[in-house]
C-alpha cells in the first residue's frame, strides 16, 4: 500500500480513511474492535472521529466513537502506529457551531481524555462559526500545537471563501495552516467541491479527505427503493438519493462493477481515489465483509471509459 504525504507535514495517510462514526453507533463496542483490528492488519491505520459522534442514536450524548477508539487504543497498545482525526465545532444537537478559545480548551481536553491519549494527530475545525473570528481559532490551534496536544489542523465544511481567508490568514502572521480539507463528495454530490473548490486544494497544497464517499451506503447497491430503508439507522441521510440521477448512478456502478467481477463499494470508492484533489476519501463498515471493498479498490485501474460511464451518470 502507498501512503500518501498529508499536506506540508511529516504525517502520511493511507488512500482510504476509515469513518468513525459508526462506532458506538451502528457498530456496537465489540464489534467497533474486530472492525480495528482488521483494518490495522490490512494497513488502513487511519481512524477519522468526532467529538459529536454520535450524539443522535438514542440514548448517546456525544463522545461515544472517541471512547471506543480510546480503549482500542488502549488495550492494543499502538498509539504511535495509528493516526486520530478528531473535530471540534460542530454542535452537539442544538445549538450553534463553536470554534471560541473557550470552547476549543474545554472540547480537546475531554477528547484526549475520551481517546486516552496525550495528543491528536489532525484537529479538525467542525464547521464554520461565523460568531469567531478565525484569528482566534487558529491561535487556539497553535497554543495546543506548541504544548504538543495537536500535530497539525484540518477544516471540514468550510466555505470557499472562508477557506481562502483562513490560508491567507496564516501566511500573513505566525498560526497554523490547515493542511487538510474535509467536505462532502461523492458521486451523488459532486458540485461543491468540483471546480474552484477543488482548483484551490490543489493548488495550496491541501489534502482532501472527502467524507460520505458511499453516500451512507447507497453507493454500495443495496438499497433499490425507499422501502428498502425504512428501518435503517441511516434513512434520514438515504432519502434523498431516490430519485432519476440515483437510479442512473446505481445502474452505472452496477455495469463497471460487472466488468471487473467486484462490488460497487469497490467502484465507488476507486471512482474516488481517481478524483483531482482527493487524497484519501472516508468510508465506513460495520462488517468485515464490507471491508473488502477497501483493498479491492486499491487494486483497480479504472479506465478512461469507466470514468466516462460513471462522470456522465452522475452529472
Known amino acids: 500500500m502507498e501512503y500518501i504525504q498529508l499536506g506540508n507535514t511529516d504525517i502520511k495517510l493511507p488512500p482510504i480513511t476509515f469513518g468513525g462514526n459508526v462506532f458506538g453507533w ?17 494497513g488502513f491505520n487511519f481512524i477519522d472521529t468526532a467529538n459529536v459522534y454520535s450524539y443522535w442514536a438514542p440514548g448517546n450524548s456525544g463522545g461515544e466513537s472517541e471512547a471506543i477508539i480510546g480503549e482500542w487504543l488502549d488495550t492494543r497498545k499502538n498509539r504511535d502506529k495509528v493516526i486520530i482525526a478528531t473535530k471540534v465545532g460542530s454542535p452537539m ?8 478559545v473557550d470552547y476549543i480548551n474545554k472540547q480537546i481536553e475531554l477528547s484526549l481524555k475520551r481517546l486516552k491519549t496525550d495528543y491528536i494527530d489532525i484537529y ?43 490560508i491567507d490568514l496564516s501566511s500573513q502572521e505566525d498560526l497554523p495552516r490547515y493542511q487538510v480539507i474535509q467536505p462532502e463528495y461523492n458521486l451523488m454530490d459532486r458540485a461543491a467541491f ?3 473548490y477543488e482548483r484551490f486544494c490543489i493548488e495550496n497544497n491541501l489534502s482532501v479527505t ?23 439507522d441511516r434513512a434520514p441521510f438515504l432519502k434523498k438519493y431516490f430519485n432519476k440521477k440515483g437510479e442512473r448512478v446505481l445502474k452505472a456502478l452496477k455495469e463497471v462493477a460487472a466488468k471487473y467481477n467486484t462490488s460497487e463499494a469497490t467502484i465507488t470508492l476507486a471512482w474516488t481515489i481517481a478524483q483531482p484533489g482527493i487524497t484519501s476519501p472516508i468510508a465506513s463498515a460495520t462488517k468485515e465483509s464490507q471491508l473488502e471493498a477497501f483493498t479491492d479498490a ?10 466516462k460511464i460513471l462522470d456522465e451518470a452522475s452529472i
Open 194 to 196: 468540483e471546480g474552484a
Open 298 to 307: 486499491l487494486n483497480i485501474d479504472l479506465d478512461s471509459e469507466d470514468l
Open 93 to 100: 444537537g442544538t445549538g450553534a457551531p463553536n470554534l471560541s
Open 210 to 232: 472527502s467524507y460520505f464517499t458511499l453516500a451512507s451506503g447507497f453507493l454500495t447497491g443495496k438499497y433499490t427503493g425507499k422501502e428498502d430503508i425504512e428501518d435503517k
Open 26 to 42: 451502528t457498530a456496537d463496542k465489540k464489534q467497533s474492535f474486530y472492525l480495528l483490528d482488521v483494518l490495522f492488519d490490512k
Open 124 to 166: 479538525f475545525s467542525h464547521k464554520y462559526d461565523d460568531s469567531t473570528a478565525q484569528r482566534e481559532t487558529l491561535a487556539a490551534y497553535k497554543n495546543h500545537i506548541n504544548a504538543g496536544k495537536v500535530r497539525t489542523i484540518g477544516a471540514s465544511n468550510f466555505p470557499l471563501a472562508i477557506l481562502r481567508e483562513a
